[in-house]
């Protein structure tokens, strides 16, 4: 079972990009995927080797994804699931308007 003692994902909504934190027991590989909820697609795929402690990650150059809503998970590099959350992408028109 992976270690993952706080998990947080900042900001949402968010326009340009997503950080990751998460504190970590153990190194552990794994796998950062974004997924758009409404395409039914995944538009972002990230691996990353964390370490004990804290370890920050970000998800970068995410303007072009359109408003809506998107899936986050992040597993192990055996497919273990760590973390699941749904992340916002917010309207240029409309900064901080959450988009359900």
């Not at 986050?72 to 901080?96: H, R, W």
């Amino acid at each position: 079972m992976v270690m993952a003692k706080e998990i947080s994902v900042y900001p949402n909504p968010f326009d340009y990009y997503i950080i990751l934190e998460l504190t970590c027991d153990e190194s552990v590989d794994c796998i950062i995927l974004l997924a758009d909820i409404k395409e039914g697609k995944i538009v972002r795929m990230l691996g990353a080797g964390l370490k004990p402690g804290i370890n920050r990650i970000p998800l970068d150059d995410l303007q072009f994804l359109a408003p809506g809503t998107y899936q986050l998970n992040i597993k192990s590099a055996d497919g273990e699931p760590i973390y699941q959350t749904k992340v916002f992408k917010q309207s240029p028109d409309n900064p901080g308007i959450n988009l359900n």
